[in-house]
């Protein structure tokens, strides 16, 4: 059986072994180059643009501008916010943003073209911070659009939050800050494409391909049919390969030359070029009663979302969504506003706004057991949401809420490094706790997913999918999902994946949504491969009523008989015909309420709950985190291998957001200057796999990949806090941070 089997992952030894061509590496004999032209200044008005010097430099063939784009230029992925000029057309709204494409015949003379073209400005005056933003007589970032600066407003009302607040026998608040992060993906977004017959074929690195060939139809102005899109293989994307990067550069060179083209980004154009982590401010008031029972919360946030959209409407949306966390908040009163501003656009970054958010109501909640003189796991356990009962939109949780089974499993561990925890002469420790909840798949808006299932004449069976595998493992899941229901090895299954030709739409690799919806459009592909099967079986034999079943491998009938499927297969090709399935699957869910915020954004929700052991050095404000303890409620475990993997990677990137990582244009612009986690940073991590079955999911599962991230700074940052003797409120816990806490507490004990 393939559920619950602990699998390598698809591609693992390619990758080990260093044979997988990723889109960085798809560059042939005889491909053209292209590098792009990136604005030194923002805003500002592009008063003309030369191409003169740089084609009359050698093997430079072509420089494109935004004149040459035959379609539409404004594209993204969210169809009530395209506003991403990927040429910059008149005014360039951010620093580094596109505003020529140079094509040559090598790299070297495409980057010597890039740094000839001429592009004169006028210089425009700008906005850099959200508050700014939203004042009356900003300069706005979109002239032409209605709104002014304001992308986004999301409220969450329930009950009468200032009236539970006022009566609440305990009060906290206090204000959290994140910073804009880089996504820091191993491989750089590269890619190539070429026109053949009539179409333009992009391979790159990415997220959604057919999101992708959607766009890039629009940016040339032809039939999506005219486009074909293949995934390449893809080194991490994080959310960051959801938008469009260099595919548009691609495809509109290839149009025009009807030639092959490469393109790939240098880690420092990376940095430039594409999207961050939303930085959030976030106001809190929490309330308890005298027993600790949460009683209200008002809550104020506020996002940038830099000079594009992006992802930044679902971000801000799903910030407010989970401003309550995983806690039974009766009165609630939340606003969450998205601003424009000149600053980097910023988009998808795994956990869409919550583990920014975490960092805010697990921050409360340990104010709250300080205030009322309780352990923060018991007060968290008795707010936890359980079955029954409603979050903070009103749905109604029926199944798959397992918060207090990951806090119980944490509790023998949480207590032990309690009592542990020491400090001498010239350190401190600490030991500390989180909590999340994420709903899974995108919020409040249909996000279907589609599968094929195909069951050969030489008894191989074909799994058709457009789920992108970005190193989060739903290639093996699938198939794993796949050859539990057929009742056969999930090594008689192959799998094509991520080609717009060869496979119908899976939805985006994001919101941790794979193996929860692309695993119940696999099921629903078996179920209908089944169905055909046994129709085809009745046909061949000529007992239209005969009972038969797909029950471990075999179509299996009442009487004893037992029928391969590749007979069957074999029967359908000689009629013309294939023995192929195909499913999709849609999460129940409903839109929220424009006023009120109520209603039933997702169908299931991951619950998960960490604790952080850390080391703080007082003579340097150094921070090391000893040990990280995670507990995951996964539904149902498919890889237990790959959830523990992604897990301990979550953990990782968590402890880059705690504590190191802040995105600076122009300061951190490589991995020299912009600092990320490596393995002498790294702590013992105790992955603890929980499952609380969600009904709705493939065998009761639903998804880890962004939970695993989402409670780590919150729990790093209550460590730190506990050892310092402060709450530290705003990431990165800088060194320079945690010594002014340490000094600020040496002052207040001498007083």
């Known amino acids: 059986m393939s559920l619950g089997r602990s699998m390598i992952r698809v591609g693992a030894e390619e990758r080990v072994r260093g044979r997988t061509i990723f889109g960085y590496d798809l560059e042939r004999p005889g491909d053209l180059h292209l590098a792009a032209v990136r604005a030194d200044q923002a ?114 009302l329930r009950g009468d939050a200032e009236a539970a607040l006022r009566d609440s026998a305990v009060v906290v608040e206090a204000t959290y800050t994140t910073s804009p992060l880089e996504h820091c993906a191993l491989e750089l977004e590269g890619g190539r494409a070429e026109y053949v017959d009539g179409r333009v074929v992009v391979a790159a690195c990415t997220q959604n391909p057919h999101y992708d060939r959607q766009d890039l139809s629009r940016f040339l102005g032809v039939e999506p049919e005219r486009v074909r899109v293949i995934q390449a293989e893809t080194g991490g994307g994080f959310g960051g390969k959801l938008d469009l990067s260099l595919q548009p550069f691609l495809a ?18 990376s940095f430039r070029a594409t999207s961050k982590r939303h930085p959030l401010v976030m106001h809190f008031i929490t309330g308890a009663d005298e027993q600790g029972r949460l009683t209200g919360l008002q809550a ?54 919550v583990p920014q958010i975490a960092l805010a109501h697990e921050g409360q909640m340990d104010a709250l057991a300080l205030a009322l003189g309780r352990d923060p796991l018991d007060l968290r356990l008795q707010n936890a949401l359980r079955n029954g009962q409603a979050t903070g939109t009103g749905q109604v949780l029926r199944s798959g809420v397992g918060l207090a089974r990951c806090l119980e499993r944490l509790r023998p561990i949480y207590r032990r490094w309690q009592a542990r925890a020491a400090s001498g002469e010239d350190f401190r420790e600490g030991v500390g706790l989180a909590a999340m909840f994420y709903g899974i798949g995108n919020t409040g808006v249909s996000n279907p997913s589609t599968a ?3 069951w050969g004449a030489d008894g191989r069976v074909t799994l058709f999918t457009g789920a992108a595998e970005i190193g989060q ?101 000689g009629q013309g015909q294939r023995a192929r399935g195909a499913g999709r699957f849609d999460p129940n869910f409903s839109g929220l309420d424009p006023d009120t915020g109520q209603g039933r954004p997702y169908a299931a929700y991951a619950f998960a709950a960490q604790c952080a052991w850390v080391r703080v050095d007082t003579d340097s404000g150094l921070v090391r985190v000893k040990e990280v303890a995670a507990a995951h409620d996964v539904g149902r475990a498919i890889n237990p291998r790959g959830v523990m993997g992604q897990i301990c990677g979550g953990v990782a990137m968590g402890l880059g957001m705690a504590l190191m990582e802040q995105f600076r244009f122009g300061q951190t612009d490589n991995l020299h200057r912009y600092h990320i986690p490596t393995f002498l940073d790294a702590p013992r991590i105790t992955p603890l796999i929980v499952e609380e079955a969600e009904e709705t999911g493939p065998y009761g599962a639903k998804g880890v990949g962004e939970p695993a991230l989402i409670p780590t700074a919150p729990a790093v940052a209550a460590a730190v806090g506990r050892a310092v003797g402060r709450p530290l409120r705003h990431l990165p816990i800088s060194l320079e941070r945690v010594m002014a806490a340490l000094t600020h507490e040496e002052a207040e004990h001498a007083n």
Not at 327 to 352: C, E, I, K, Q, W
């Open 43 to 156: 805003p500002a008005r592009i008063l003309a643009i030369d191409p003169g010097p740089a084609l009359a430099l050698p093997g430079v063939l072509r420089v494109f501008t935004a004149a040459d784009i035959p379609g539409e230029n404004r594209l993204g992925i969210i169809a009530s916010t395209r506003d991403h000029e990927f040429l910059a057309q008149e005014l360039v709204r951010q620093e580094g943003q596109a505003v020529a494409v140079v094509a040559a015949r090598t790299l070297a003379q495409a980057q010597a073209g890039a740094r000839a073209v001429v592009v004169r400005y006028q210089p425009l005056p700008g906005v850099f911070d959200p508050a700014q933003a939203l004042r009356e007589g900003a300069p706005l970032v979109h002239p032409e659009r209605p709104g002014g600066n304001l992308l986004h407003e999301r409220r969450i």
């Open 252 to 269: 509109l060179a290839a149009w025009h030359l009807k030639r092959p083209v490469c393109m790939r980004y240098t880690r420092e154009e």
């Open 300 to 353: 104020r946030i506020l996002c940038d979302t830099g000079a594009f959209a992006s992802y930044g409407l679902a971000v801000n949306m799903r910030a407010a969504v989970h401003a309550s966390g995983p806690y039974l908040v009766p009165h609630l009163d939340v606003v969450s506003r998205a601003a424009y501003t000149n600053n980097p656009f910023t988009g998808a970054m795994r956990g869409f706004g």
């Open 452 to 454: 094929q299932l195909e």
């Open 473 to 573: 493992g739903s290639d093996t899941v699938l198939r794993q999902l796949a050859a539990t229901r057929l009742g056969i090895p999930v090594e008689e299954i192959d799998l094509c994946r991520g080609d717009t030709d060869r496979t119908t739409n899976a939805g985006a690799t994001s919101a941790s949504r794979q193996t929860y919806i692309s695993g119940n459009a696999v099921l629903a592909a078996a179920d209908n491969l089944e169905m055909q099967l046994v129709q085809a079986a009745r046909q061949m034999l000529g007992q239209h009523h005969l009972e038969l079943e797909l029950r471990g491998g075999r179509l299996a009938a009442l009487d004893g008989r037992r029928l391969e499927p590749a007979q069957v297969a074999r029967y359908l090709a």
